[in-house]
């Protein structure tokens, strides 16, 4: 499934900027939802989309695309500042290891968005991590609200007083001063209130990272679809 939302800029045919996120390019993803677009005036991160986007034009055979984007975008190593960036699908899920790891770092605060429920290694960073103040905006608690397991689970890491969970929902009022009710703008049925990926490590330290792309931060964008991340750290 391709997922990506990005455009590369030419100038004189060169790759000079790209504009990527979780917005799409629609109605509902710019006034439907909460969304954010990271524009990057760095060339060679550029190239690398444009070089991406050719891998997507030519469709390949899925075991070759993995090859082919693991090979484009390896994961980064000794990283200590700069901007990298991590394509999908992968053949495994090193990846999502990867981003799990780093939030697992955070010392200060773990600030993270969750536009389709939480996956079990982000549960356990917010249950393990040593950073005093974890963040999570969800869209919502669980995939389904019948999911009375995932609902606990949920439940047990907002009970915690390192964590502030907040979920998309209306502004709940009584009848007293419920005069004009809340409303959505109806553009979207699959995302009602938060479509962004991003997540923000120490973000108010001297050493800042920031991740976040198309990406929805589980299995099925790791090793299924067509994404892109971008890894930005001391910028």
Same mark, same amino acid.
């Given at each position: @499934? =391709?997922?990506?939302?990005?455009?590369?800029?030419? $100038? +004189?045919?060169? &790759? @000079?900027?790209?504009?990527?996120? !979780?917005?799409? /390019? %629609? $109605?509902g !993803?710019?006034?439907?939802?909460?969304?954010?677009a990271?524009?990057?005036?760095? &060339?060679?991160?550029? #190239?690398?989309?444009?070089?991406?986007?050719?891998?997507?034009?030519?469709?390949?055979?899925?075991? $070759?695309?993995?090859?082919e984007v693991?090979?484009?975008?390896?994961?980064?190593?000794? /990283?200590?500042?700069?901007?990298?960036?991590?394509?999908?699908?992968?053949?495994?899920?090193?990846?999502? #290891? /990867?981003?799990?790891?780093?939030?697992?770092?955070a010392?200060?605060?773990?600030?993270?968005?969750?536009?389709?429920?939480?996956n079990?290694? /982000?549960?356990d960073?917010?249950?393990?991590?040593?950073?005093?103040?974890? *963040?999570?905006?969800?869209?919502?608690?669980?995939?389904?609200?019948?999911?009375?397991?995932?609902?606990?689970? *949920?439940?047990?890491?907002?009970?915690?007083?390192? +964590?502030?969970?907040?979920i998309? +929902?209306? @502004?709940?009022?009584?009848?007293?001063?419920?005069?004009?009710?809340?409303?959505?703008?109806?553009?979207?049925?699959?995302?009602?209130y938060?479509?962004?990926?991003?997540?923000?490590?120490?973000?108010?330290?001297? #050493?800042? *990272?920031? *991740?976040?792309? =198309?990406? +929805?931060? %589980?299995?099925? %964008?790791?090793?299924?679809?067509? $994404?892109?991340?971008? @890894?930005?750290?001391?910028?």
């Amino acid at each position: @499934i =391709s997922h990506n939302k990005f455009i590369v800029k030419l $100038e +004189n045919k060169k &790759p @000079i900027a790209v504009l990527t996120g !979780g917005t799409n /390019f %629609s $109605e509902g !993803g710019i006034f439907g939802h909460s969304n954010v677009a990271h524009v990057v005036e760095i &060339p060679k991160v550029a #190239d690398l989309y444009l070089k991406y986007w050719n891998l997507l034009k030519d469709d390949l055979p899925m075991a $070759e695309m993995k090859k082919e984007v693991e090979t484009l975008s390896p994961l980064p190593t000794a /990283f200590n500042k700069g901007t990298k960036v991590i394509f999908s699908p992968r053949r495994n899920m090193d990846a999502l #290891d /990867f981003y799990a790891a780093e939030a697992m770092k955070a010392k200060g605060a773990l600030f993270m968005t969750f536009a389709f429920g939480m996956n079990d290694l /982000f549960k356990d960073v917010y249950l393990k991590s040593k950073a005093t103040l974890r *963040i999570a905006l969800m869209e919502k608690a669980a995939l389904k609200r019948t999911d009375i397991a995932e609902l606990k689970k *949920i439940q047990a890491l907002r009970n915690m007083p390192e +964590n502030v969970f907040a979920i998309g +929902n209306f @502004i709940k009022t009584n009848e007293f001063d419920g005069w004009l009710e809340e409303s959505l703008s109806g553009l979207n049925r699959n995302v009602r209130y938060v479509h962004n990926k991003f997540m923000l490590i120490d973000p108010l330290s001297d #050493d800042p *990272i920031v *991740i976040g792309g =198309s990406a +929805n931060f %589980s299995k099925a %964008s790791t090793i299924n679809n067509d $994404e892109n991340m971008l @890894i930005v750290r001391r910028n």
